[in-house]
C-alpha cells in the first residue's frame, strides 16, 4: 500500500500503519522507506514551510547504519532568514 504524500509526513492512521500489530511502531522508532520515488532527498522543497530537513541513514555492506545527512537543527533553517524592516510591512 502506498500512502498519500502529504508534506512529508506520514500520519499513524495511513494504511501503511494498519497491516502493523497495535503498538508495532511508536515514537522514536527507525522506519525503512525503500523507495520514495520523486519525493527523495534530492527531489525535495528544501524547508518547504519551514519543515527540516530529515536524517538519511544508509545501510552499510557490513549490515550497520550509517547516518549519511544528520538532521537540519531549527539554527539552520532560519540562518538564511532576514529581518524585514518596518517600513516595508
Known amino acids: 500500500m502506498k500512502p498519500a504524500q502529504s508534506g512529508g509526513v506520514i500520519h499513524r492512521t495511513a494504511a501503511v500503519f494498519q497491516t502493523l500489530a497495535p503498538g508495532a511502531v ?15 532527498s ?20 557490513d549490515g550497520k547504519m550509517i547516518c549519511i545527512r544528520a538532521k537540519q537543527s ?11 524592516p518596518d517600513s516595508a510591512c
Open 26 to 40: 511508536s515514537r522514536g522508532d527507525l522506519l525503512v522507506v525503500e523507495g520514495a520515488g520523486a519525493y527523495c
Open 42 to 61: 534530492g527531489m525535495s522543497s528544501k524547508n518547504y514551510n519551514s519543515f527540516p530537513e530529515a536524517p538519511e541513514v544508509m545501510k552499510g555492506t
Open 74 to 84: 531549527l539554527e539552520q533553517i532560519l540562518a538564511n532568514e532576514v529581518e524585514i
